[in-house]
């Protein structure tokens, strides 16, 4: 709707200070064309939007000129006061600040149209943390937050599994919270790299800068590393047999690593038994998992799965039965 196209257009240039009917083309999806008559249409209403020509021209507003945010909806503030709620927003040490502009926003709004925060978040709750998963306490996160802002370089210090500690000198290219689990990714000679935050052993802020690449995608770039990530998780194929009314269980338990029903092209008379491929991790995962299922899940192939499945198997019995 054209309104809600003028509100974002005020305040993108309120947030901006001054931007291109190019800039603002992109940003809100439409025509430069649209984006002129836009403009032309709130210097009717009496908004004071000004325009430079030349190389850094462009539109913006009289500094002393602040629009009053009364587009907001109920639902659509309800929403960002939910915000609130999000532990990584806390672990940032940004959680006050946010709620304190949401309060703002809320008072800019008509009366009726007010929300009370304690009841929204009295009514919400977000616990980012697994079961039996404390969160981790994370001591480097304030300080990759301000190299962030800075665009501040970072001298990064980890363990390899040899055991051996190495040092990086890199360039922090964002930060990814996944699970309650915070990651950094970063570059170093001209490669992106990915480092969960709670592993690092030390992490020291230095006066070098670097310039971020202004097509560098943060959002893109973490949905490909995950997919990769998760192929690197699931090399180990498997192959199961699973009774019938386990499959529910197997499908909670297992999710994406179930990769499909297999056809078998002579099943044996009355075996209603399904069968599975499963990806893990490792071959020990693959084993204990498949161990917790106890009868209803039977090991086709690989042998030596099978064969160490049923090793484990006869050890628990042995050792019960010796009781």
Known sequence: MRADRLLSILILLQSRKKMTARDLSEALEVSERTIYRDINALCIAGVPVYSESGHGGGYGLLEDYRTQLT???K???RALMMLGSLAPLSDLGMRDELRAALLKISAELPENSRLDDERIQGCFHIDQTWWQQASTWMP????????LWEQRKLQILYRVPQP???KHLVSPYGLVVKAGRWYLVYARNGSIFVHRLSELLDVQLVEEHFIRPADFDLAAFWAGWCR???RFLTDLKVIIQAAPNSLPLLQSRFGSQVEGQIEVSEPQTGDSWVHLRLAFETFESARDQ???FGRVVRVIAPQALKMSVLDYAQQIIALYQSG
């Open 71 to 73: 587009g907001l909806s």
């Open 140 to 147: 480097h996160l304030q300080k990759v937050q301000k190299a």
């Open 164 to 166: 051996l500690e190495v």
């Open 228 to 230: 990769e990530y998760e």
């Open 290 to 292: 498949i161990l917790s």
């Open 75 to 77: 639902n659509e503030l």
